[in-house]
Each structure stands twice: as structure tokens, then as C-alpha cells.
């Protein structure tokens, strides 16, 4: 069975620096997705980033970058120039490719706090 | 009204009670998917429906019912419920079913049962 870790339950950063949430995940498969997705206090949950595991480069949305290295089944997100608006639970998924219908597994979550 | 909603956004019931929860999505998807979130838990998949049939249902007891009457709409009834149902439950949908398409997700209804 696939399963998503994600070690650190609280992280704080101050508002500019930079910060980088871990996960980790197991599977057996060779090619599947991930994503990070981030829910605020307001609780809708949104995408932030998604990486193809057959993809070798680190998938990059503005701030918000990853480091995907899957001999090691990591993939942690660093957000840069980190803001307020950052301040969210944030969830790793993963879901295999194809087939799966819809099957996200999502860890624990990373609450991360943004301080003035 | 766009994107996902969900009605009511706070419930709570007694254990005897039978209640629905609501979700309609505005974005033209496919696909929709009720999650339960429970504190210090991943979020747990519990029913997901393509075209308005259901095609997956991950062990969930018999005491929520889902009803998915059309692609925009999606249900889940509860009836006899346990305190430890009490969650925040999210509705979830997106084009379709393939893993790599982002699910657009609802704020979320926090169900609190007594």
C-alpha cells in the first residue's frame, strides 16, 4: 500500500526567508504523481505544486518550488520570499498514474505559521 | 457561485438523527469525491463518482450514504452516526478521474456529532 509521511506537524518561518516542508512516500510503482496542496484557516484546500514522476526536472510555480528525488521517494516543497498569505496547513499527496481513480493519499499535513 | 460549495457549512446532530450533506460544483467537472479530515489523520477518501457513477468506495460504514443525482451535485447522507464521526467532511471534484488532473475542493462542512 502507498503511503505519504510527512515528519515535521509544525513549522514557523519569518515572513522573506525561505522555508522547506519535507515528505516522504512509499510505492512500489514507477510512475505516478505528486502534489503539494495548501489549506489556509479558511480551510479550501488549493494545488500549489504538482510534480510527474517520470519527469526529472523540479516542477516550479513562482515561490514555490520542489525537490523531487525519487530514488529516495522525496519530495519536499521550498517556498522562497515566504509571505503571510503563506501561513496554511500543507499537504503532500500522491496518486498513482492511471486508473486510480482519483485515489489521492495524502499525509498528516505541515502546518506552517509565517511570523511578521 | 463558483467553484466548489458546500452546504451546510456546521452541523451538528445527535446520534439518533439523519442528515445530508451538500456539495454542488460550478466548474463543469466530471468527477466528484467526499473526503473525511480528521485531526492529527491524513485525509480520508471515502466515495468518489465519475459521470455520476459511483467508483470508488473505500470501506466506509453503511451509516453514510452518498447520492450523486447529477454531475454537478453530490450528497452524503448520514443516519446514525458516532461521536467519532465527527469531522470536517470536504466535497472534491475535478475533469476527471486520471491521477495527474487537480482536485478543486469545497470549504468544507464541520460536522460535529453528539
Known amino acids: 500500500a502507498q503511503t505519504v509521511t510527512q515528519s515535521q506537524p509544525e513549522m514557523s518561518v519569518q515572513e522573506a526567508e525561505t522555508v522547506t516542508l519535507s515528505c516522504t512516500y512509499d510505492t512500489s510503482e514507477n510512475n505516478y504523481y505528486l502534489f503539494w496542496y495548501k489549506q489556509p484557516p479558511s480551510r479550501q484546500m488549493i494545488l500549489v505544486i504538482r510534480?510527474?514522476?517520470?519527469?526529472?526536472q523540479n516542477a516550479t510555480e513562482n515561490r514555490f518550488s520542489v525537490n523531487f528525488q525519487k530514488a529516495a521517494k522525496s519530495f519536499s516543497l521550498k517556498i522562497s520570499d515566504s509571505q503571510l498569505g503563506d501561513t496554511a496547513m500543507y499537504f503532500c499527496a500522491f496518486i498513482m498514474y492511471g486508473g486510480s481513480q482519483g485515489n489521492l493519499i495524502f499525509g498528516k499535513g505541515t502546518k506552517l505559521s509565517v511570523k511578521p | 457561485e463558483t467553484g466548489v460549495t458546500q452546504t451546510p457549512r456546521h452541523l451538528v446532530m445527535g446520534m439518533t438523527n439523519k442528515k445530508s450533506l451538500k456539495c454542488e460544483q460550478h466548474?463543469?467537472?466530471?468527477?466528484m469525491y467526499w473526503y473525511k479530515q480528521s485531526a492529527k489523520k491524513p485525509l480520508e477518501l471515502m466515495f468518489v463518482y465519475s459521470l455520476e457513477e459511483r467508483v470508488e468506495n473505500n470501506s466506509v460504514p453503511s451509516r453514510f450514504s452518498p447520492e450523486c443525482p447529477n454531475s454537478s451535485h453530490l450528497f452524503l447522507h448520514l443516519h446514525t452516526l458516532q461521536p467519532e464521526d465527527s469531522a470536517l467532511y470536504l466535497c472534491?471534484?475535478?475533469?476527471?478521474?486520471?491521477?495527474?488532473?487537480?482536485?478543486?475542493f469545497g470549504p468544507g462542512t464541520r460536522l460535529t456529532v453528539l
Open positions: 510534480q510527474e514522476a517520470y519527469k526529472q
Open positions: 472534491a471534484s475535478s475533469p476527471g478521474t486520471s491521477g495527474y488532473l487537480e482536485q478543486f
Open positions: 466548474l463543469g467537472h466530471n468527477a
